[in-house]
Antibody, heavy 120, light 110 residues
Framework: EVQLVESGGGLVKPGGSLRLSCAAS????????MNWVRQAPGKGLEWVSS????????YLADSLKGRFSISRDNAKNSLYLQMNSLRGDDTAVYYC?????????????WGQGILVTVSS | QSVLTQPPSASGTPGQRITISCSGS????????VYWYQQLPGTAPKLLIY???QRPSGVPDRFSGSKSGTSASLAISGLRSEDEADYYC???????????FGGGTKLTVL
């Protein structure tokens, strides 16, 4: 059974940093594309970032470049999202999601999500 | 404003068939797969349709997807009260090298 479990969320002050983690199990992690998707309170889904199985291809939403970065550790079956210079509009539930590593394939399994609140 | 355009709301009565549209462009829907997700209140999105018209195991055949050119549709037949949820379309955009979601459609079962 595929399982994705996010951790590392919480309350952070504007300008602060946070590192989200996603622990994966139940599938071959190293050959799967991994992704972050977020959802602000009461809003729709927003793609954040994707990373290929070997980390050779990394994509990040233009609006987040320079502040967020994605990485993975295949030995630990873990995905990360480093978030710096956090702002109020980064407040959202962040989901970790898996995708098959074929061009154009999107998210088939999702974690339960982790809440990040940016507030003073 | 989302790159993929969906109607913000849709409604139907039990047993009815409804469709939800998703409009994009040649760089996303026109050249890549369309995915559909169902999100019940307070829960993570769930995959409903992948690769335009494929259903994952466990998804009832009341749900179907189609794509034509730069548009796609999700159809739900035999509408049930438990179908009341938010529905999102998504596609990869090759020009932007980014994932794209529609703004979501809130389905109400009257």
């Amino acid at each position: 059974e595929v399982q994705l479990v996010e951790s590392g969320g919480g309350l952070v002050k504007p300008g602060g940093s946070l590192r989200l983690s996603c622990a994966a199990s139940g599938f071959t992690f190293s050959t799967s594309s991994m992704n972050w998707v977020r959802q602000a309170p009461g809003k729709g889904l927003e793609w954040v970032s994707s990373i290929s199985g070997s980390s050779s291809h990394i994509y990040l939403a233009d609006s987040l470049k320079g502040r967020f970065s994605i990485s993975r550790d295949n030995a630990k079956n873990s995905l990360y999202l480093q978030m710096n210079s956090l702002r109020g509009d980064d407040t959202a539930v962040y989901y970790c999601a898996r995708a098959k590593e074929n061009y154009g394939d999107l998210f088939d399994y999702w974690g339960q999500g982790i809440l990040v609140t940016v507030s003073s | 404003q989302s790159v993929l355009t969906q109607p913000p709301s849709a409604s139907g009565t039990p047993g009815q068939r409804i469709t939800i549209s998703c409009s994009g462009s040649s760089s996303n829907i026109g050249s890549n797969y369309v995915y559909w997700y169902q999100q019940l209140p307070g829960t993570a999105p769930k995959l409903l349709i992948y690769r335009n018209n494929q259903r994952p195991s466990g998804v009832p055949d009341r749900f179907s997807g189609s794509k034509s050119g730069t548009s796609a549709s999700l159809a739900i037949s035999g509408l049930r009260s438990e179908d009341e949820a938010d529905y999102y379309c998504a596609a990869w955009d090759g020009s932007l090298s980014a994932g794209m979601f529609g703004g979501g459609t809130k389905l109400t079962v009257l």
